[in-house]
């Protein structure tokens, strides 16, 4: 297939790009700039999802993975993240040819905070930040655009992602794997916990997701969209991510705990659907090897 990824020197984009590769596409990387690092064979297009956009090429497939993701940064700036968000879905979706899949890579944060768990795909959705707002507007758009008949759509909601490949972690330092990681390797004195290290989550290898998106391109029918969750399903505490930071790393990681914030104490994803339909497993989202990934990445800089 012919296949278009936006973001595709960023984290996620890079490893979904190298999957798609290696399955045989032909894989354009949309890029902002041309010097940006993309897999072996990812063919770099430049352009900047911010205005409106002109595509040359006819694709078989979209994987939209250009977005703004910090949640705390979108409560500073939120019309910075509804632009990138959803005007820039906007923009792709008018530039694009034919009738593509159109996979979009959208958030467990558009759920909000919910009691049930884990969360199913019917899960109202009820997003508390600006992030998740702008993600769940997006969606929205992607789904309607389908609905003309004009792409199929397929929109995958993720938890949290972490380790790596060839070498390229988890770029944000303000989620919790890499957080640990640096205090393992002495860029920081200490890891901030809120609370007593008893909030659960869980991790899935950002190959797994990759996985995920390469299973989706041909899962898109035009006219059709559908909603899948993409996580492990396994939750680990805060205490225990910790405590696999230091037993892969050999090293200790000192723990300074701040009041409890108003969090919820389980988040958790039902994935029954994306199995049940494209067959996808998580094959590399064990806590160990997802810490492992990230430190090797983070020793390999």
Known sequence: MRVLVTGAAGYVGYAVGRRLVAAGHQVDGLVRAPDRVLPGGVRPVVG?????????????????????TRVR??????????????QGTVHLLD?????????????????GTPENQPIPESQSASPSSPY??????????????A?????????????NVSGS???RGDPDPTRLIPRALAVAKGDAPHLEVNGDGGAVREYLHVDDLARAYELALTSGVPGTHRTYNVGSGIGASVSEVIGTVENVTGRDVPVVHRPPSPEP????CDAAAIRRDLGWEPERSGLPEVVGSAWEALNAR
């Open 132 to 145: 998740g707002t702008s993600k769940l507007a997006a969606e929205d758009a992607v789904r309607y655009h």
């Open 265 to 268: 104490p389980l988040l958790l």
């Open 73 to 86: 940064e979108s409560f500073t700036e939120p019309l910075r993240f509804f632009t990138a968000n959803v």
């Open 165 to 167: 490949v060839d070498g």
């Open 147 to 159: 609905a003309t008949g004009q792409i199929g759509a397929v929109v995958l909601r993720t938890f």
């Open 48 to 68: 900047d999802l911010l205005a409106p956009l002109v595509l040359d090429e006819t694709y078989d497939a979209v994987c939209h993975l250009a977005a703004l």
């Open 95 to 111: 530039a694009l040819k034919g009738s593509p899949t159109v996979v979009y890579g959208s958030t467990a944060a558009v759920y």
